[in-house]
């Protein structure tokens, strides 16, 4: 950061006209957040979410079409989850051809003015449809876990080309809609709290938490009064007050902030608020890297004093260390996050044929589970367990895994132990809290609620409900997939016979019912193909 902040802060501020270009383009940047900060704040639901982020990204950049695609692994294709400007059916894109499968495959956002000069571009589309392709901006997505999900991706911009503003602004709306760890993990509760605290000393009307995010190099409130829970205010480092306490370090104590050729009044005139003096000081971490930025507006009673600028340094520095806690706890977590990947990854290769099995089902159990009112943390468990169930194939023979014909009832009861592999193996990792449960859920995946399942042959009550979702999760992905010993079955047979199942008096017809309408509330990817 102290790079950056040094180059652009010399070059940049005393150039008037440079200056006057970034207010206008971050005028147009934070009107935008504000108003996807709005929406945010009325609709939390991801998938009616997706729609409107589009909408408004493609509304707000201009252009002609968005398309937002998600990954097929198993297909090793990209199929589209909502598309602005075309009609309701869905395309599906090989990984391989193209520019959004190369945007994804390499991770790296792809901006070009003329398609057609891109060695990537696949012009099958133009072809078929009539349409014409200019300038194009792939932008890869990132889940909760940073694991790529899919691709924005957005073709002719009206005014000419996709401009570095616009990535950022396609960025950061991404970063709206999956929950920003990096700065999660920092409890509201807790901020607000905190300003509670600090007004029983200073007695001012707003206070702002700005939190500096590498990503896109601006300041992003973490929590601002007066606004909106949901909306949030992002705030480019070379203006205003805020960014340049972040870029020097140093507080500043505006008496009028009217008067003050630094103040940037925009942010007023979009609230209608009206912002008297101003107390900034620099939250630092130990390392005396700057990573936010605390504000109090408008004392109630003359200006800001010394002894008001005491009280919010020690403020920051409380803050300071809560939010070093979260990007630690963050970090951690992802480190968790990516060796229990590994280890899923390391089953699934073992044949090329159940790729992807492991994180599919992990991906189904989630999205049951959510339906499902699961808690957060709750979900945290069931993902965890989900990604992991299978990973006792590691002590079954190759052999068995991948026969084609039918099992030999010697065989069968193998590929059974994977279970009780599982747990054993599971059991001997350490789990913090929550997760302890993680081994006994993995591990009963194959049980079934009339007893007939294994390895406990354990009934209804005493199957975990987690247990019981990786159980539909996992029998639906076996059958939508290819097999060795048969093809892949489209989703509405294979519903025919998960509900068969459910009649059985196997699978819980809640559950079943309750992945259904995850699958069916938006297209299938593989019926569509162009
Ligand atoms: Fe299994």
């Not at 057609?116 to 133009?126: A, C, L, Q, R, V």
């Not at 630690?328 to 968790?336: D, H, P």
């Not at 979900?379 to 895994?401: C, E, P, R, W």
Request: aromatic share 8%; charged share 25%; glycine share 6%.
């Amino acid at each position: 950061m102290s790079e950056h902040r040094s180059s652009n802060q010399s070059n940049d501020v005393f150039d008037y006209k440079k200056r006057i270009a970034l207010l206008e383009a971050e005028n147009t940047l934070l009107r935008g957040f504000i108003d996807i900060g709005r929406t945010l704040g009325t609709e939390h639901r991801f998938e009616k979410l997706i729609p409107m982020i589009i909408e408004k990204i493609s509304l707000h950049l201009n252009c002609e079409r968005s398309t937002l695609f998600m990954v097929d692994w198993q297909k090793g294709q990209l199929w589209s989850q909502y598309a602005q400007g075309l009609t309701t059916q869905t395309v599906t894109i090989d990984l391989k051809i193209g520019l959004a499968g190369a945007s994804f495959l390499s991770d790296r956002i792809i901006n070009v003015t003329d398609a057609y000069e891109h060695h990537m571009f696949n012009p099958y589309f133009d072809h078929t449809t009539g349409f014409r392709t200019r300038s194009v901006l792939c932008v890869p997505i990132r889940s909760e876990q940073h694991r790529p999900i899919g691709v924005i991706q957005l073709l002719n911009r009206k005014t000419g080309s996709f401009t570095q503003d616009d990535e950022r602004f396609v960025l950061s709306s991404i970063e709206e809609f999956t929950p920003a760890i990096e700065q999660g993990r920092l409890q509201t509760d807790q901020v607000i709290q905190w300003f509670q605290h600090l007004r029983s000393t200073i007695d001012f009307e707003r206070g702002t938490l700005f939190l500096y995010d590498p990503e896109t190099d601006m300041l992003v409130s973490r929590y601002a009064e007066g606004l909106k829970e949901g909306q949030s205010i992002r705030l480019d480092l070379h203006l205003g007050i805020a960014g340049r306490v972040a870029v020097t370090g140093t507080h500043m104590n505006i008496p009028d902030a009217y008067a003050d050729f630094r103040f940037d009044r925009r942010t007023d005139d979009q609230t209608g608020f009206h912002t008297r003096n101003i107390l900034c000081v620099p939250v630092s971490n130990a390392k005396g890297e700057i990573v936010g930025v605390l504000q109090a507006i408008n004392k109630k009673r003359g200006a800001f004093t010394d002894s008001d600028l005491n009280v919010l340094t020690s403020m920051a520095s409380i803050i300071a260390i809560a939010v070093e806690n979260a990007v630690l706890f963050t970090e951690q977590r992802n480190q968790f996050k990516s060796l229990l990947q590994v280890m899923a990854a390391s089953i699934d290769a073992k044949d090329t044929l159940t790729a992807g099995h492991s994180e599919i089902v992990e991906n189904l159990s989630l999205a049951i589970g959510r339906k499902l009112g699961l808690t957060e943390e709750e979900l945290d468990v069931l993902s965890v367990a989900a990604l992991l169930h299978d990973y006792g194939k590691i002590g079954i023979d190759d052999y068995i895994l991948k026969k084609p014909g039918k099992l030999t009832p010697e065989e069968y009861a193998q590929i059974q132990k994977h279970v009780d592999i599982t747990y054993h193996i599971l059991s001997k990792m350490y789990f913090a809290s929550n997760y302890r449960k993680v081994p006994i859920i993995a591990a009963s995946h194959h049980e079934r609620l009339d007893g007939s399942g294994y390895s406990h042959g354990s009934r209804d009550a005493d199957i975990p409900l987690m247990g019981k979702i990786i159980a539909v999760a996992d029998v639906y992905e076996a059958l939508t997939a290819n097999r060795h010993y048969r093809n892949a079955m489209p989703p509405e047979k294979a519903f025919e016979i998960l509900k068969d199942e459910v009649s059985k008096g196997k699978l819980d017809g809640k559950i079943v019912e309750t992945l259904e309408s995850c699958i069916f509330q938006t297209t299938d990817p593989g019926s569509a193909d162009p």
